[in-house]
């Protein structure tokens, strides 16, 4: 088997690896560089090299890892495509609004390969798309080829990650692999953690997000939490508000059971919850897939639990924030020309306000650099916003949805794979996993390909 590594850059950029499996090729993801413009974000599809691919699957739908798929299509129109029965109800949403923000950008930045693709050939494309169980194993090659009589298989393993997250392992061939996709091994406040349990193969494809990050002695996720609830109480009771910034898809549900469990338990006292409308969809899609999602709270219905009020940045623009509200918007880098970065100007300068960040910023985005200013100190937030002087409280606290490297380490021990390919990390989290397993597993090949780079397994 070859694995071609199609990632533009050498950080956690834009998920697309090429396998070539027996004779025939599958695109595992097609995502884009989140904060590249352009045809620049795009994965290396001419490294693909010219040959018809078979087959595309896709992990989840998240942005690094989908939002390229009209680009693969059109350059592999022959190619079916695979997702979980969940991710079929997301991926149209969220591939529709990459177009819009790709509109806007063209028109406010000037940015003149946008949109990489259009409504309409999402909306013809979206015919091709095929929907697959959890552990359900499949044909992936629609005519098989030369000696062979069958098709390989692929069958989706639930990630635990967002909804409709999944680890994909390919079957039938001389070697088994499986690509983890981004991977959770903990329960989050909704979804529950990976069944990755019986999953062993003989080349493996890895998420490396948290290799850099050592877990602080005593850590629990129950206490992030509640040192969490405790800020919130102490802004909400000094009539200040609370901006939480947030991935629409995801983080945001999750983020809303915990709200609407801490407003039922008295915490503070039930208020509306100011979000984003393609958060407000995507908890709808949350709740409609309640019942097939490995999960707590399966009666919870997000969006009667909680009074969510659907804000656009202009209406966002006009509410006041002396009187202790929330707002859980989507933008977790406060790019420039969104509601969540625009909010953040307004409380930047005012100790009663709260700003708490409960994912992942990039260090150069807006957020980013506010997450490393001092309080009191004057730095550098965005170009349209300027130098401002940081005296909101500002915090983080680490709930994320990626497996602590610890737990991979030992799921690589469980898969007793021959080869592990390392990604989605940045160089750092990369290095710490090659040096572990290859300290802890001396007779296990580990491969680092770069951006474009082929590698035999
Ligand atoms: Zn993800
Ligand atoms: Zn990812």
Redesign the pocket.
Known sequence: MQITNLNPDSD?GA?AWLVDYDGYRLLLDS?VHPEREGREGLPLFDKAGPEPIDAIALS?C?H??VGSLPVAIRNFPSAQVFMTDQSYFLVERILHNSVNVMMRQRSELGIRDYPLYSHEEVDEQASVFQAVGYRKPIDWVSFPRGQRKSSPKLEFFDAGHTLGSAGIRVTGGKQTLFYS??VCFHDQTLLKAARFDDVQADVMIL?T?RGGRALPPGFSREAEMESLATAMEETLDGKGSVLIPAFALGRTQEMLAALSMWMKAGRFKRRPIYIGGLGRVFTEIYDLQAHRTHRSHPRLRLTEAVDLKVVSPQELSRVGLKDGKIFLMTAGMMTENTGAHDLALRMIGDPRQSIFFVGYSAPESPAGRLRAAADGSTFMFSGAGGELTRKCRVEAFDLTAHANREDLVDFVAQVQPKVVVLG?GDTVARSWFAQTLRQRRPQMQVLEPGPGERVAC
């Open positions: 956690i998920s995502g989840h998240h690094d890892h996709g981004d998420e997000t989605h």
